[in-house]
Nanobody
C-alpha cells in the first residue's frame, strides 16, 4: 500500500524559513518524479516544485523561484522542500505527491499525480 507522509509544517514569521519533509513507502521511490503542491483557502491548487527521479532536473513555480529548494534522498525514500524568506502569501496546506515515473512532464503542475499525501499546514504571519 502506497503511503506518502508529510511533516515539517508550522507557524513562522514573515522572512523566516521552514523545511518540509515527505517520506514514501509502498513503491520504489527512486523510480518516481516527486512534487510539492499547495492550496490556500479559496484558491486553486498550485504546483510548487517538481524533481526528477535522479534529482538532476528541478522545476519551480515562478512565485517561489529563488526562495524554495526541492531535493530528495533516494536511499531514505524522502523528499524535501527548503523554504526561505517566507511571506504570508505562502500560507497554505502543502502536499507531497508521487508525480510520475522518471521525469517531471511539462504539465506536471496541472496533471493528477499518482498519489498524494495528507498535507502539512504552513502558516506565515506578517
Amino acid at each position: 500500500q502506497e503511503q506518502v507522509v508529510e511533516s515539517g509544517g508550522g507557524l513562522v514569521q514573515a522572512g523566516g524559513s521552514l523545511r518540509l519533509s515527505c517520506t514514501v513507502s509502498g513503491l520504489f521511490f527512486p523510480d518516481y518524479a516527486m512534487g510539492w503542491f499547495r492550496q490556500a483557502p479559496g484558491k486553486e491548487r498550485e504546483g510548487v516544485s517538481c524533481i526528477s527521479w535522479t534529482g538532476d532536473s528541478t522545476y519551480y513555480a515562478e512565485s517561489v523561484k529563488g526562495r524554495f529548494t526541492i531535493s530528495r534522498a533516494n536511499s531514505q525514500r524522502t523528499l524535501y522542500l527548503q523554504m526561505y524568506n517566507l511571506s504570508p502569501e505562502d500560507t497554505a496546506m502543502y502536499y507531497c505527491a508521487v508525480v510520475a515515473r522518471g521525469y517531471c512532464s511539462s504539465s506536471w503542475a496541472t496533471s493528477e499525480p499518482r498519489h498524494w499525501g495528507h498535507g502539512t499546514q504552513v502558516t506565515v504571519s506578517s
